[in-house]
């Protein structure tokens, strides 16, 4: 995932900004990590670069 991403990035629960913490990163690509809503505090994961915006009762 980019980070220029979270320009445009919403939570899908409460359309709230949602925050970055960056856990694995390979030349500004963030491979692992956590988006956060600042307004409803749903956590969405970011795995292989690829962030999980499923609202948590979708999940697997």
């Known amino acids: 995932m980019r980070p220029d991403l ?7 629960v409460c359309r709230g900004e949602l925050g970055l913490v960056q856990r694995r990163t390979d030349g500004g690509e963030i491979l692992e990590g956590t988006l956060t809503c600042a307004r409803c505090k749903v956590d969405y994961p970011i795995q292989d670069g690829i962030p999980d915006l499923l609202p948590p009762d979708e999940r697997d």
């Open 6 to 12: 979270l320009e445009i990035l919403r939570c899908p």
